[in-house]
């Protein structure tokens, strides 16, 4: 059983669609990560939320923590085919490691 | 430029010969740990260090050996490695609390064990 549910575990979309995936999970974090992995390399964070019902704004990325602090979202308008890749979140917990979700791969089409 | 470097990139090898895999970074990080990727079940730590000489067991550390007897340098060891150990494996490493702070991944190691 996964401490971190990701969903959709695949994504397929045209060029200019905007998108939104989930990470999930019954506890709760002090901190959610977010990073994106391309073939061949390691992942790589694009942002960290920390407070409750936080929303932090990456250009076109828009990222939410929940306000029981169990779940996020990544919300990506207009995507680009350079933002295909693998989106993994990682959650900690306290006084614990962090912990990574299993993936949303996300492709997309020109 | 700060990095982590992970070698070999590939490697092929046979149950049960033993291997090591080296992990190095040169941003004085004190927490650095080890993954595996596997399909469909995103990245599980094996070992984490948090500092010189301090170790612990992580959520799938059975198989594996690990030490730190320099900051900059973790290595995995597969004592003797199965067809179950195939995957591919991250080292990482964070400047402190572990949750806070940018965690920086090497470029990888796929191991394959036949």
């Known amino acids: 059983t996964q401490l971190l549910e990701q969903s959709p575990q695949f994504l397929s979309i045209q060029e200019g669609e905007n998108l939104t995936v989930y990470c999930n999970s019954s506890?709760?974090?002090?901190?959610l990560q977010w990073y994106r992995q391309e073939p061949g390399e390691g992942p790589v964070l694009l942002v960290t939320?920390?407070?409750?019902?936080e929303v932090k704004k990456l250009k076109r990325l828009t990222f939410q923590f929940g306000d029981a602090r169990k779940d996020s979202s990544l919300h990506i308008t207009a995507a680009q085919t350079g933002d295909t890749g693998l989106y993994l979140c990682?959650?900690?917990?306290?006084?614990?490691?962090?912990?990574f979700g299993p993936g949303t791969r996300l492709s997309v089409l020109p | 430029e700060a990095q982590v470097t992970q070698n070999p990139r590939y490697l092929i090898t046979v149950t049960g010969k033993k291997l090591t895999v080296t992990c190095s970074q040169n941003?004085?990080?004190?927490?650095m740990s080890w993954y595996r990727q596997d399909p469909g079940l995103g990245l599980r730590q094996i070992y984490y260090s948090m500092n010189v000489e301090v170790t612990d067991k992580g959520d799938v550390p059975e198989g594996y050996k690990v030490s730190r007897k320099e900051k900059r340098n973790f290595p995995l060891i597969l004592e003797s490695p199965s067809p179950n150990q195939t995957s591919l494996y991250f080292c990482a490493s964070t400047p402190g609390s572990v949750g806070w702070t940018e965690a920086f991944f090497g470029q990888g190691t796929r191991l394959t064990v036949v």
């Open positions: 939320v920390v407070t409750g019902g």
């Open positions: 941003m004085n990080h004190e927490y």
């Open positions: 506890s709760v974090f002090s901190s």
């Open positions: 990682a959650g900690a917990r306290y006084g614990q490691n962090f912990v």
